[in-house]
T-cell receptor, first 114, second 113 residues
Framework: AAGVIQSPRHLIKEKRETATLKCYPIPRHDTVYWYQQGPGQDPQFLISFYEKMQSDKGSIPDRFSAQQFSDYHSELNMSSLELGDSALYFC?????????????FGPGTRLTVL | KQEVTQIPAALSVPEGENLVLNCSFTDSAIYNLQWFRQDPGKGLTSLLLIQSSQREQTSGRLNASLDKSSGRSTLYIAASQPGDSATYLCAVKGTGGYQKVTFGTGTKLQVIP
C-alpha cells in the first residue's frame, strides 16, 4: 500500500539559510499535518491543511510557512534557520471524511542546522 | 489545551514478561487515541487506533484499552521480545477543528534478552 512520502530524508543547512521540506500524502487523502520532533522530545504539531486551505495552526514559528498544492502535496518552508530548528519533521496525511480519520505518518525528514 | 502524559518514562523488563504502558489525557473530548512505536532516529509506526466509542483494540500480542471518562489508555504487550525495544507514544486526536493530534511524552521500553 502507498504510504506518505517525505523528501528529502536528511538535510543539513547552515544557520540563517532556508530549507524546504516536501510531503506527498497517501492518494485520496485530503488533509496534511506537519509535526516537529526535537531530540528526546515528543512530536509537536505545527500546522495542517485541508483541501489546500490551512485548517489548524500549532506551535509553528513565524519564520516557517507551509502550503498545500492542487495535487495535495505540501511543502514546509523554513527561513532564517536556527540551531534549535534541528529536529525530525514528520508529515502525516488523512482522509477527513474517512471512517476513522486515522493519520498516517511519513518516515520524517531529519534537519540538522550547523 | 489537551495534555497527554505517559508513565513510566522508561521501562526495562526481561524477555517474556507481560507489561503495561500507561497513557493519560486531560480532555476527555477525544475523537480517537492511537499508539505508535518509534525506533531511535526513525519514523512513527502505528500500532493500534481506538475510536472514542470503543473500549479496546487488539493486534497480535498487543492490546490497547481506552477509558475515555477517566482519561486513560493502556497498552498491554504480552510475552515481550527484544525486538519490542523502542519508544512507545500515545497520541490523542481531539474533536475540535480538524482534529490535530497531541502526542504523549513517550515510554522508552527495553526488553532484555
Amino acid at each position: 500500500a502507498a504510504g506518505v512520502i517525505q523528501s528529502p530524508r536528511h538535510l543539513i543547512k547552515e544557520k540563517r539559510e532556508t530549507a524546504t521540506l516536501k510531503c506527498y500524502p497517501i492518494p485520496r487523502h485530503d488533509t496534511v499535518y506537519w509535526y516537529q520532533q526535537g531530540p528526546g522530545q515528543d512530536p509537536q504539531f505545527l500546522i495542517s491543511f485541508y483541501e489546500k486551505m490551512q485548517s489548524d495552526k500549532g506551535s509553528i514559528p513565524d519564520r516557517f510557512s507551509a502550503q498545500q498544492f492542487s495535487d495535495y502535496h505540501s511543502e514546509l518552508n523554513m527561513s532564517s534557520l536556527e540551531l534549535g530548528d534541528s529536529a525530525l519533521y514528520f508529515c502525516a496525511s488523512s482522509r477527513l471524511a474517512g471512517t476513522y480519520n486515522e493519520q498516517f505518518f511519513g518516515p520524517g525528514t531529519r534537519l540538522t542546522v550547523l | 489545551k489537551q495534555e497527554v502524559t505517559q508513565i513510566p518514562a522508561a521501562l526495562s523488563v526481561p524477555e517474556g514478561e507481560n507489561l503495561v504502558l500507561n497513557c493519560s489525557f486531560t480532555d476527555s473530548a477525544i475523537y480517537n487515541l492511537q499508539w505508535f512505536r518509534q525506533d531511535p532516529g526513525k519514523g512513527l509506526t502505528s500500532l493500534l487506533l481506538i475510536q472514542s466509542s470503543q473500549r479496546e483494540q487488539t493486534s497480535g500480542r498487543l492490546n490497547a484499552s481506552l477509558d475515555k471518562s477517566s482519561g486513560r489508555s493502556t497498552l498491554y504487550i504480552a510475552a515481550s521480545q527484544p525486538g519490542d525495544s523502542a519508544t512507545y507514544l500515545c497520541a490523542v486526536k481531539g474533536t475540535g477543528g480538524y482534529q490535530k493530534v497531541t502526542f504523549g511524552t513517550g515510554t522508552k521500553l527495553q526488553v532484555i534478552p
